[in-house]
């Protein structure tokens, strides 16, 4: 499988963590939060993260988690007072489990765990009662608990899903890949939820590949960007765009440049004839941002700025218009800026962390990110951009 494979980053994310669980040694000096009520955990480390100074606008700041150790992989709001990220922490040299932070409007603090084994990747909010978190897994949030869903049987292998998204009829959708013995046999994979179970969606046949991003214009209206993976060592990896009609997927044909290693890892629907996915596109060695755009009729490339180990994995518009994407490869953070007056994306300041998910916040001009710090060893983090 090419090295550029977006959802293949996003899982080495797990792997790594659980590499380092082998290797760190947690000193007694370390003090990990954990939920209120937990007998074993020290009264100081139940308290809510102390609240950050009032950030400067266009700046990117740091808020403090109430996690010490461990790394955030997804977040989500519904406005400048509620948000939730979602992500692991380092329990031991050993172990570790799957958490649930919330945004007051003040401060972070976590609001549960994660079932055992749930590995959160995406997360999709409809209210403060009604989350879903997908990666190893499915998990609901009614609340008060979370319910692990099995997800529905693939001939094609196990799911790993990628990116959840939830539609106004009241179903969820995710995709991601079906894999059997190793990623180099994933094909794409679409399950929806119907409210009592997961139901396994008929794809057309695109060979070999996953699907990184998902958006939902309305129930019958429905797009999920990835790529298809090369036949051979001489073919390049190709962007791919699906599209759902209220009845059956369909593969849309995706814009070049089609003499490189194209894929897209993130996807967001303005309205039904104003659509943006962004990934990567990478020749030889040299990678560099990707952007496409829908205008009701066609999808066609974006200007981009030629920022070294600029792949994009998170596009979205603020409340206020602004329209973001950012991303990056390791330690070095890309984040982009759509510039009408241009018709280009502009390479702007990006938070200083390393980008597992970023969001925009409804009626504001805000944005989140989370990941984890670049400097330290596991160190969570989320920052906020006042604008």
């Known amino acids: 499988m090419p090295s550029h494979s977006p959802s293949a980053r996003r899982r080495s994310v797990r792997v790594s963590l659980l590499a380092a669980l082998a290797t760190t040694v947690v ?50 709001a519904l406005s400048d007072k509620q948000a939730w990220a979602v992500g692991y922490r380092l329990k031991s040299a050993t172990s570790l489990e799957a958490i649930a932070l919330r945004w007051d409007g003040t401060s972070w603090t976590q609001e549960s765990t994660l079932p055992d084994n749930s590995f959160p990747q995406a997360l999709a909010v409809r209210s403060a009662t009604d989350i879903w978190a997908v990666g190893s897994a499915s998990a609901h949030w009614d609340g008060t608990k979370w319910t692990a869903y099995q997800l529905a049987t693939d001939p094609s292998g196990h799911v790993v899903p990628d990116a959840v ?16 013995r190793s990623i180099k046999d994933g094909v794409p994979a679409v399950q929806s939820w119907d409210g009592k179970a997961w139901h396994r969606q008929s794809l057309p046949d695109v060979g070999k590949g996953e699907l990184s991003g ?51 890892g993130a996807i967001t629907a303005l309205s039904a004839d104003d659509i943006w996915a962004v990934g990567g596109s990478t020749t030889g060695s040299t990678e560099r941002p990707f952007a496409v755009h829908w205008n009701g009729s066609t999808w066609t ?29 390791g330690a070095a953070p890309t984040a982009l800026h759509w510039n009408d007056q241009r018709d280009q994306w502009e390479q702007t300041t990006a938070p200083d962390i390393v980008i597992r998910s970023s969001t925009t916040v409804p009626h504001s001009a805000d944005l989140w990110a989370t990941g984890i710090s670049r400097h330290g060893d596991l160190i969570p983090t989320i920052t906020r951009l006042k604008n």
Do not use: C
């Open 301 to 329: 490339t974006a200007k981009t700025p030629d920022v070294a180990d600029g792949r994009l994995r998170a596009v979205g518009k603020s409340g206020t218009g602004e329209l973001w994407a950012l991303g990056g490869k």
């Open 27 to 76: 000193t007694g000096s370390l003090i990990l939060a954990g939920q209120s009520g937990d007998p074993t955990t020290p009264a100081a480390a139940t308290a809510p993260a102390s609240s950050p100074a009032a950030p400067r606008a266009g700046q990117w700041q740091a808020t403090p988690v109430p996690v010490k150790k461990g790394d955030l992989t997804a977040v989500a």
């Open 214 to 264: 998902l958006t939902a214009v309305s129930p019958d209206d429905i797009w999920a960007a990835g790529a298809a993976y090369a036949p051979d060592g001489k073919t390049p990896q190709s962007a791919l765009l699906l599209h759902f009609d209220g009845s059956s997927w369909r593969r849309v044909t995706a814009p070049g440049p089609h003499t490189t290693h194209n894929w897209l």
């Open 165 to 180: 998204t939830t539609t106004s009829d009241g179903k969820v959708w995710t995709v991601g890949r079906a894999m059997g």
